[in-house]
């Protein structure tokens, strides 16, 4: 996947040292080996329908939409969700459909989602999520706040959700409804 095109001109340069830069709106697009991890405790096999909560640079996406069928990604921040668009389309990716709003809500008219992978850090599995997954779907997450979170894997059971923590990573926080007000309250741990 060509990284350079989803950061800023200035920091092609950087494009493909395993770090997070800046995109923009004070966002990042995430550590490359952090989204590797990620994507792979999902375990996609080419058939899934993906719902991707934190959109920022549209670099996640283009790579989930090579790992399954359908990717449906909401992005909070409308200017960024719309460089992602364009980046997307000029990549000829027309498997990911993008939506401004906040992604805390899901995406309710394409669900059940047979997994969801959220790219910012929130206090807890937002519970609209978790409804919205699939029986055996897969959830991945980094909980925390912005000054540190762990990677947490919850699965759907016939009989509830299991859930399984990861290391630790660093990512710009969740906010929304079901997540951090603000950024001062994801810095303070509430
Ligand atoms: N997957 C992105 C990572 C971007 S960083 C990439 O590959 O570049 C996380 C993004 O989550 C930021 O753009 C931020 O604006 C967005 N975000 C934070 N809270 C959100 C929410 N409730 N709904 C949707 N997007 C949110």
């Known amino acids: 996947m060509p990284r350079h095109l989803f950061?800023?001109?200035?920091?092609?340069?950087?494009?493909?040292?395993?770090t997070s830069l800046p995109i923009g709106d004070g966002q990042t697009i995430s550590q490359p080996l952090t989204v590797a991890g990620m994507l792979?405790?999902?375990?996609?096999?080419?058939?899934?329908?993906?719902?991707?909560?934190?959109?920022?640079?549209?670099?996640?996406?283009?790579?989930?939409?090579?790992?399954?069928?359908?990717?449906?990604?909401?992005?909070?921040?409308?200017?960024?969700?719309?460089?992602?668009?364009?980046?997307?389309?000029?990549?000829?990716?027309?498997n990911v459909n993008v939506r401004i709003g906040d992604g805390t809500m899901g995406w309710s008219r394409y669900q059940p989602y047979d997994a969801i992978v959220i790219a910012a850090a929130g206090p807890s599995?937002?519970?609209?999520?978790?409804?919205?997954l699939a029986p055996g779907g897969r959830m991945v997450m980094p909980e925390g706040g912005s000054q540190?979170?762990?990677?947490?894997?919850?699965?759907?059971?016939?009989?509830?959700?299991?859930r399984t923590?990861?290391?630790?990573?660093?990512?710009?926080?969740?906010?929304?409804?079901?997540a951090w007000s603000?950024?001062?309250s994801a810095a303070n741990g509430g």
Request: glycine share 12%.
């Open 7 to 18: 950061v800023p001109e200035a920091l092609r340069g950087k494009a493909y040292a395993n």
């Open 165 to 178: 923590s990861g290391g630790q990573c660093r990512f710009v926080p969740l906010i929304g409804k079901e």
């Open 40 to 94: 792979q405790m999902l375990r996609l096999t080419g058939a899934e329908r993906v719902l991707e909560v934190g959109t920022g640079s549209g670099y996640q996406a283009a790579l989930l939409a090579r790992l399954c069928e359908q990717v449906f990604t909401v992005e909070r921040i409308e200017s960024l969700g719309r460089q992602a668009r364009r980046v997307l389309d000029s990549l000829g990716i027309f």
């Open 148 to 162: 540190g979170a762990r990677i947490v894997l919850v699965e759907r059971c016939e009989n509830g959700y299991t």
């Open 182 to 184: 603000d950024e001062s």
């Open 125 to 132: 599995p937002p519970r609209v999520l978790l409804e919205q």
